[in-house]
């Protein structure tokens, strides 16, 4: 437990100084360092993205995991980040500094396209150009449920 000491000073004329006395801080002081902390507007933003990213990749659930399906999520993760870049909420005077978007077989291996996981990996400039928040997104496939 934290406790405040307050010393009064000297009273004019010479007074003595009272004794020192201690301040219990209010319940609310104490908890504070026991509560999370409030969620940022940049939390709100990256949790908003990562959502609508979620919402649009949602079509991979009726394709096959390859090559295509690949290529029409990054254009759809891309198309959705530069209006996010165009209306000013990414950092960056071009784009490749403000995202990115891979979905190949770098963000996948063998084992996760067999099994019908598709894994898009997305940077996002929120703070300053180039310094990217990473999102993963994972999506089942078609070839998820024909096994």
């Known amino acids: 437990m934290i406790a405040l000491l307050l010393i009064a000073s000297a009273v004019a004329g010479g007074q003595p100084a009272a004794p020192p006395r201690v301040v219990q801080p209010h319940s609310s002081q104490r908890n504070a360092a026991k509560r999370p902390a ?25 394709e096959h995991n390859g090559e295509a399906l690949w290529k029409d999520v990054r254009q759809a993760v891309s198309s959705f980040l530069h209006s996010e870049w165009q209306n000013g909420h990414l950092k960056g005077s071009r784009s490749q500094t403000a995202y990115y978007v891979r979905c190949d077989r770098s963000t996948m291996t063998q084992s996760d396209i067999d099994a019908g996981r598709l894994i898009v990996v997305a940077g996002v400039a929120i703070a300053s150009p180039g310094k990217f928040v990473v999102l993963r997104i994972t999506q089942w496939t078609v070839d998820h449920h024909s096994q």
Request: proline fraction near 4%.
């Open 38 to 62: 409030a969620p940022t507007h940049a939390n709100s933003y990256l949790n908003q993205v990562r959502l609508s990213l979620i919402k649009q990749t949602e079509f991979a659930a009726y």
